[in-house]
């Protein structure tokens, strides 16, 4: 009884110590490709303020490379989106949706941005084609909270 018990500790340890390896995380086969990469929530602001603005976006789970990068096209004219920025996010190949959110630093207070996203594989570019229409925010001027 001692042995099964022991027998039975030893692999609920090595379970454990392989699948919090990221070694063992890099082994999982990457999900099938969707057929089409879908908006399913957004693309809105979390903020927007010219210390930090965050875009953010739901879509199903594209499947495939399971490293990938969040996009946003965004400028101040919504026919010249020519300033691009773009956040990594590593999939959950067992999830259904993915959650995308772009960091943008630095923008101009109390000006409207004009955006789209999409989101591609990390390393080689490839878009996963689900380009938004175009979108707009304002920017407010970013002031720290005073204490009480």
Avoid: C
């Amino acid at each position: 009884m001692n042995k099964l018990l022991l027998r039975l500790a030893i692999t609920a340890v090595a379970g454990g110590l392989l699948s919090s390896n990221a070694l063992f995380a890099q082994l999982v086969p990457p999900a099938p490709k969707a057929k089409r990469v879908q908006i399913t929530e957004g693309p809105a602001p979390e903020r927007a303020d010219d210390y930090l603005t965050i875009i953010s976006w739901t879509t199903n789970n594209p499947g495939g490379s399971p490293d990938r990068l969040g996009v946003v096209r965004y400028g101040t004219d919504p026919k010249n989106l020519n300033q691009i920025a773009k956040s990594p996010i590593r999939l959950n190949q067992a999830h259904p949706s993915t959650l995308f959110r772009v960091r943008i630093p630095g923008l101009k207070a109390n000006t409207t941005y004009y955006y789209t996203v999409d989101s591609e594989e990390e390393g080689n570019g490839k878009s996963d084609g689900l380009k938004s229409p175009v979108r707009q925010f304002t920017t407010r001027k970013f002031t720290m909270p005073t204490a009480r």
